[in-house]
């Protein structure tokens, strides 16, 4: 992994930015505190940085998940994050929201607090056990998750997130054949909704 060029660090988790100035020059790497102190004065805007960078939520079930909060400075606005890394590579629960300039940082954070404690307030997916075996099966026949990359398909094929989980579209189709014959809603839902 690679450090930030201004300040040395070696991000725990989260990605580094690479910030291309000059055309046909080689991007500058920076961690994100870096890049968010570059455009918030090249913006110049509020780099807000009394947050809390990691919270505890309880969910449904009684289960702590900590999320990590990350915000990235836009053109166009400000994106915050919030994480729940299950180890270096995979990230269970993740919830985003979107901040204009003019809306106040703590309003947004607020926001994303929300929207936290209701993503984790139900569980869609449920574990049962028939003649000694255990499957899945979809509560009140509803699921909401996250589409991602599986590089065991090579991205032909997505990984799903459901209730901080990971499941295949093998998985989901076995949940759904309890349903054959019926109909079904596809809806895609933007992150930051």
């Known amino acids: 992994m690679k ?7 070696m991000p725990e988790y989260e990605g580094m930015v690479h910030l291309t100035v000059e055309e046909n020059e080689p991007p500058e790497i920076l961690c994100k505190d870096c890049y968010n ?9 509020d780099n807000y940085i009394d947050f809390e960078k990691e ?12 999320f990590k909060m990350e915000k990235t400075i836009n053109p166009t606005g400000i994106g915050w994050e919030a994480k729940e890394y299950l180890d270096e590579e995979n990230i269970g629960y993740l919830f985003e929201v979107y901040q204009e300039f003019e809306e106040s940082s703590i309003n947004a954070i607020n926001r994303l607090y929300k929207k936290i404690e209701k993503g984790i307030s139900k569980k869609f997916i449920e574990k049962r056990e028939s003649f000694c075996r255990e499957f899945y099966t979809l509560k009140d026949n509803v699921a909401e998750g996250r589409i991602e990359w599986d590089d065991n398909y090579d991205g032909e094929v997505p990984k799903l997130i459901i209730d901080g989980q990971e499941f295949t579209l093998h998985d989901l189709g076995k949940m759904m054949m309890s349903c054959e014959g019926w109909n079904f809603r596809l809806e895609i839902i933007d992150p930051t909704e």
């Open 3 to 9: 450090r930030c060029q201004i300040c040395g660090k």
């Open 37 to 45: 102190k570059y455009a918030s004065d090249m913006y110049g805007i």
């Open 55 to 66: 919270k505890v939520f309880i969910d449904c079930d009684g289960i702590e998940h900590n």
